[in-house]
């Protein structure tokens, strides 16, 4: 089929000229000179303390606004230009600059809730009922509430500034060095070095040979930087946990959960229901155990397909069949969709020098997304694709939203996500051409599920265990090897035949400065977007206002005021999350039917 849609990215409708744009220069110093005016100025302002001191408030809460979008144009742009080419040195300076305007930023922010705290509390009550303030009153009141309980703002500011060339700083040297690794790869007796995206492509193929060869090398790749790693972690964390001590936050969980603004008991009843249910995936596990023809599956098996999988889906026919599915639902979403592929704001090329993994950036200033992944046909690659346009169009939704009611946290951003995804998984499956086809693409399915109940699962437990013996001092690489089996056999119920010891070291994640335990808002996210789904097949496209409604209700409330409003649900017991979990089952049943011969 004749390949029409580009799947290189824009940049240039942005700032035209990649690393070298001189209209990036001159939009980063003209960022920078309004940061240093804006912090000057906040750091003497007092607060408002009468009706008629709210107008100049306002103004300045606008201005805020404003260079936020700014800032956040800037950190996508650089975002881009690192993750398509990691040798971009020059992009990587600019990342660096961009870090520090943020850091410049946070301290504005600090002063900014300063501002907040001194408010009296009749005032206060008068402003968030104000028309000025009433959309952005939530996201104020969070500020406000966490700066009572962090330490004094000069002592906050600096924690910024140090941060920059401390903590951040060891987030991008962990991204350099994965940037610069090749994993040597023997293809037709030519000896190949793939980058880390591309080798871990090579995890899951259908050749169970090349799966444990590749594994082999894989591991041994990440011992071989195991002791950088571990340095990089174990600064990041150390950090942390100074900053948690200075603050009187005993709880290394308190800032994840704060800033997905949900509650410890919704944490503990997704993660109880998972664990209730997943003597379920047991079954999958045997049986796709036989089928492989090992008597138990090994970590590189469990992501490796069944069934039909010679069946490449070309980046035309992934977008076509997306957009299809998309218009069932919600034709708002397709009309979307098609804007994104033709309108080339996907990153997907198969390429050596990117960056593993993918992500979806906004671009708020221009009211734009752009989508970064490695695209190689197969159906997991389709599927990370509708991921993404789940994000993209999570941020369409609100971009008409004053930028402090767009600020939602990763929990739910993987909500509109994973819903997405739910749609043209399912799809598939109603699609195949055969058995085989529908069985392959059950089993590509499960494994999703098998990522977020015991992947996941397994980098939680890792995480807490690890912070735990960190306030005590530096983890070495032998213990936190012992550590990350520990918590997969834990999450997996020890049921592989093998493990992956140096997850810890691989698995970006726990190396993003952004907030720790970026791992259980997938989990979150994953389960949340099955009770929208359900919601969904019960209204079709009767849903499509409600659901664009809660989409912008994600930045203004806790998951659980969400979930009520929504869908008038109680995430803090069980019963919800058992519910959503059923349509997991749903697939190992049908997936244990199929296969039964």
């Known amino acids: 089929m004749t390949q029409t849609l580009s799947q290189n990215w824009d940049l240039d409708t942005f700032f035209p000229g990649g690393s070298d744009s001189q209209a990036f220069q001159d939009y980063l110093t003209k960022l920078k000179e309004d940061l240093e005016r804006l912090n000057i100025r906040v750091k003497d302002m007092f607060a408002p303390t009468a009706s008629d001191q709210l107008a100049g408030f306002s103004a300045l809460i606008h201005e805020v606004q404003d260079t936020a979008v700014r800032l956040r144009e800037a950190s996508a742009f650089t975002s881009c230009l690192t993750a398509q080419d990691m040798k971009d040195n020059k992009a990587t300076l600019l990342s660096g600059t961009v870090k520090s305007l943020r850091a410049t930023y946070a301290t504005i922010l600090t002063n900014i809730e300063r501002i907040l705290t001194e408010i009296p509390e009749d005032l206060w009550l008068e ?61 037709n007796g030519e000896t190949k070095h793939l980058s880390v995206g591309q080798a871990q492509n090579k995890l899951s193929d259908p050749d169970k040979t090349v799966r444990d060869t590749m594994f082999e090398k894989w591991e041994k790749a990440w011992s071989a930087h195991a002791d950088f790693c571990s340095d990089a972690l174990n600064h990041l964390s150390g950090f942390r946990l100074s900053l948690y001590k200075n603050r009187g936050w005993h709880d290394v969980h308190k800032e994840p959960l704060d800033y997905n603004r949900m509650s410890g008991q919704t944490l503990q009843a997704m993660w109880k229901a998972i664990d209730d249910h997943k003597s379920y995936l047991l079954s999958y596990f045997e049986r796709k155990a036989q089928l492989l023809g090992v008597e138990k599956l090994d970590w590189n098996d469990v992501s490796a397909p069944i069934g039909n999988v ?95 009611a767009q600020q939602y946290a990763m929990n739910v951003a993987e909500t509109a996500s994973t819903f997405a995804e739910l749609i043209v998984a399912d799809a598939s499956i109603k699609e195949a051409q055969n058995k085989d086809e529908k069985i392959a693409l059950l089993d590509n399915k499960i ?28 983890v070495p690489v032998s213990r936190l090897n012992e550590l990350m089996v520990q918590a997969q056999k834990e999450a997996y119920k020890d049921a592989l035949g093998s493990y992956h010891p140096h997850l810890w070291a691989s698995k970006l994640h726990f190396y993003l400065t952004q907030v720790p335990f970026y791992n259980f808002p997938y989990t979150f996210g994953f389960l949340f977007s099955a009770g929208v789904y359900l919601k969904a097949m019960e209204e079709g496209q009767d849903f499509e206002n409600r659901y664009i409604a809660l989409l912008q209700d994600t930045a203004s409330m806790t998951v659980e005021q969400l979930a009520h409003k929504h869908l008038d649900a109680d995430l803090t017991s069980t019963a919800f999350w058992e519910s959503a979990i059923q349509l997991v089952l749903q697939d190992v049943n049908e997936f244990l039917t199929l296969t039964n011969e």
């Open 127 to 187: 402003l968030v009922r104000h028309p000025e303030f009433e959309a952005i009153s939530f996201y104020l009141g969070e500020r406000r509430q966490a700066a009572r309980e962090k330490l004094s703002p000069d002592m906050e500011a600096l924690v910024s500034d140090l941060s920059v060339d401390g903590y951040h700083g060891w987030g991008e040297l962990y991204n350099t060095t994965v940037g610069n690794m090749a994993i040597p790869y023997e293809d």
């Open 447 to 474: 494994q999703r599920s098998v990522a977020f109940f015991m992947n996941i699962h397994a980098r939680f437990i890792f995480e807490t265990a690890f912070y735990e013996e960190r306030k005590r001092g530096l």
């Open 310 to 404: 010679s069946k490449a889906v070309s980046y035309d026919e992934a977008a076509d069949f997306i957009i299809k599915h998309f218009e069932t639902f919600s034709p708002k979403m397709a009309s979307f969709t098609k804007k994104v592929f033709e309108e080339s704001w996907i990153e997907a090329e198969d390429r050596p020098g990117k960056r593993p993994g993918g992500f979806c950036t906004s671009f708020p200033d221009s009211k734009q997304t752009r989508i970064f992944m490695t695209y190689s046909g197969s159906a997991s690659n389709v599927a990370t694709l509708a991921h993404e346009l789940g994000h993209a169009y999570h941020q369409h939704v609100m971009n008409d939203l004053p930028p402090m």
